[in-house]
């Protein structure tokens, strides 16, 4: 069974890579560098950091942790992850894993506890040292991992709620679930690892005892069909961060930003959520897939790309609805596609500003020849007109390109 599972998570590692855009290297002088002297490292975890050639002032700092097998140079290289820092003006941290099958450890006692040792502190000291060498903002700080670097960001938010504002979390387990003298725990990975939202609060907070701080937020991501660590720690790490932030289980807000994206917020109904889970209908031991970096740096609070404005004036049978999309990124967008999904009984009879896709149920609206472009903070205005059976409600979520926006 452990040999069967661990083939599935090194064969995720092509998955992953393929999934995820390949850039050509651009024209600039930022490049990744390794960083040898950073500070107490007891599993000898090797350091590599990219700094943006824009860099803000007083940048935040995202830390990118790998899968098992791969390296922190691997994912620089083969994942459009270091764009987002080129955009946003982030320093990105990438670390690497050296011990064998390169996984992070997420399973041994000293691990599982606050300056316990092993990576956990390596990992804090990369990030003193950004904060000291880039003059880092050190409220805004932030991890994200996949698979083995996922079960890390669980650990660096229970032992370091005081350093990390906010993690996200692809196809991971919660705090503690993989504790073994193994390295691996199968009943963990196999989703049988079954607890009260309290049993794993109170794991996280046993981490770090006598914190009474603040806790960082957590972004969960996981595919249905993940064969490799199974789709159930998905609700089991909400029942954990809820617990961790008082919060109720059930969520103040749901939707479906993308068509096999089932969302669900806790604490809030915005992106600033205390907990916030998508659940991807049909994917596997694969994540992330290139568009989602923009909803994770969103939930950070680092970028929210567009925002879209929705108003109706309906009656009995009909409604007309006037659509403002806003540029709130950085660049200029050429060439826009606006999709969503009409409530059920409502038929788009004609439109205006934009070619639409579709008259019911998912719907694209596409740009005219004369608007395709939206630069940073302005917006471009569309609408149609509609027939309904009732509901005149506004569909549940926006995206443009591919990428979740704030709706107003």
């Not at 925002?307 to 826009?336: C, E, H, K």
Request: net charge neutral; with cysteine; hydrophobic share 35%.
């Amino acid at each position: 069974m452990v040999k069967a599972v661990l083939r599935a998570v090194l064969g995720s590692v092509l998955v992953l890579i393929s999934s995820m855009t390949l850039l050509a290297a651009p024209a600039k002088a930022a490049s990744l560098v390794q960083v040898t002297d950073f500070g107490p490292n007891p599993s000898n975890l090797e350091m590599h950091v990219y700094v943006p050639d824009t860099v803000t002032a007083k940048p935040a700092v995202v830390m990118f942790l790998h899968y098992c097998t791969g390296s922190g140079p691997t994912l620089f290289a083969g994942t459009e992850l270091a764009s987002y820092a080129d955009r946003h003006g982030f320093v990105a941290i990438y670390p690497s894993a050296t011990r064998t099958g390169n996984c992070f450890d997420s399973s041994s006692p000293e691990s599982l506890r606050r300056g316990g040792g092993s990576d956990p502190v390596g990992l804090a000291s990369m990030i003193d040292y950004a904060k000291r060498t880039y003059d880092a903002d050190p409220n805004r700080i932030f991890a994200v991992g996949s698979s083995s670097g996922s079960m890390m960001v669980n650990v660096l938010l229970a032992n370091y709620p005081d350093v990390f504002k906010a993690g996200a979390s692809f196809m991971g387990v919660p705090f503690g679930c993989f504790a073994s003298p193994w390295g691996w725990n199968v009943e963990c990975a196999t989703g049988q690892s079954i607890k009260t939202a309290q049993e794993w609060g109170d794991l996280v907070r046993a981490s770090y005892p006598g914190y009474r701080g603040p806790r960082p937020r957590m972004q969960i991501w996981h595919g249905t069909e993940d064969g490799a660590v199974h789709h159930n720690n998905l609700q089991e790490q909400v029942k954990q961060w809820t617990d961790v932030h008082r919060l109720s289980q059930t969520p103040a807000y749901s939707d479906q930003p993308q068509p096999n994206w089932n969302r669900t917020r806790y604490g809030g109904s915005k992106a600033n959520a205390k907990v916030e889970a998508i659940s991807l209908q049909g994917v596997a031991h694969s994540l992330p897939h290139w568009g989602m970096m923009p909803s994770v740096l969103e939930f950070f609070g680092l970028s929210v790309p567009c925002r879209v404005t929705y108003r109706t004036n309906a009656w009995n049978t009909g409604l007309v609805a006037d659509i403002t999309v806003t540029n709130t990124g950085s660049f200029g967008i050429n060439g826009w596609k606006l999709a969503f999904t009409l409530p059920n009984g409502q038929s788009i009879g004609n439109g205006w500003n934009a070619d639409y896709t579709g008259t019911s149920g998912q719907v694209t609206a596409a740009n005219k020849a004369y608007n395709g472009t939206i630069a940073p903070n302005t917006s471009r205005r569309i609408g149609f007109l509609a027939t309904h059976t009732g509901d005149s409600g506004r569909p549940a979520g926006f995206t443009l390109n591919g990428t979740a926006c704030v709706v107003d």
